[in-house]
């Protein structure tokens, strides 16, 4: 949490299983309760990001961490700390947990991807989408029924931790 007392939750998981429909319903949970928040992603829509998100079949190993690490360095100083500083709620589809992953199964090693990542924001909450799948759906209504029943529960527990810190 930075001193403004924003909060930091990301969600991080495989391709396809649901992480920007569940960040975008976390968003549209928390602002309709009346709580600050801002929506991103990793790689961002800088220019740095969208190299990093169109590269991907371009650059690999090292020089895709590499380039997603500083774009991550440049959201978090020009986005991620700012919101934080304004005490809004930051939800971010993909941070750190997803590159400790997508970047060891690259080929590069566990160490230096965890050196790659020191002084920056680390999530609050960090909720892995592809056990969440619809979050904050099922407490608001718009959930399926065929959610499993710890899913509603990680659910409801995550949106009532959001809605209870700011409301």
Same mark, same amino acid.
């Given at each position: 949490?930075?001193?403004?007392?924003?909060?930091?939750?990301?969600?991080?998981?495989?391709?396809?299983?649901?992480?920007?429909?569940?960040?975008?319903?976390?968003? #549209?949970?928390?602002?309709?309760?009346?709580?600050?928040?801002?929506?991103?992603? /990793?790689?961002?829509?800088?220019?740095?990001?969208?190299?990093?998100?169109?590269?991907?079949?371009?650059?690999?190993?090292?020089?895709?961490?590499?380039?997603?690490?500083?774009?991550?360095?440049?959201? #978090?100083?020009?986005?991620?700390?700012?919101?934080? @500083?304004?005490?809004?709620?930051?939800?971010? #589809?993909?941070?750190?947990?997803?590159?400790?992953?997508?970047?060891?199964?690259?080929?590069?090693?566990?160490?230096?991807?965890?050196?790659?990542?020191?002084?920056?924001?680390?999530?609050?909450?960090?909720?892995?989408?592809?056990?969440?799948?619809?979050?904050?759906? /099922?407490?608001?209504?718009?959930?399926?029924?065929?959610?499993?029943? @710890?899913?509603?529960?990680?659910?409801?527990?995550?949106?009532?931790?959001?809605?209870?810190?700011?409301?």
């Amino acid at each position: 949490m930075a001193s403004g007392g924003g909060l930091l939750v990301t969600l991080d998981g495989p391709s396809g299983v649901g992480k920007t429909t569940v960040s975008g319903l976390v968003r #549209d949970c928390l602002a309709l309760a009346g709580v600050p928040v801002v929506l991103t992603t /990793i790689p961002s829509s800088s220019s740095l990001g969208e190299l990093a998100r169109h590269g991907t079949n371009q650059f690999f190993g090292m020089t895709l961490t590499c380039l997603v690490a500083a774009d991550r360095y440049h959201h #978090d100083q020009t986005t991620v700390r700012n919101a934080l @500083e304004r005490g809004s709620v930051v939800v971010c #589809d993909r941070y750190v947990p997803s590159s400790l992953v997508l970047d060891i199964l690259d080929g590069v090693e566990r160490d230096h991807v965890w050196s790659m990542h020191g002084g920056q924001v680390i999530g609050t909450w960090a909720w892995d989408a592809s056990k969440m799948a619809v979050t904050c759906s /099922i407490v608001y209504g718009y959930g399926s029924p065929e959610l499993s029943k @710890e899913t509603r529960r990680q659910a409801r527990k995550l949106t009532e931790t959001l809605r209870l810190r700011w409301v």
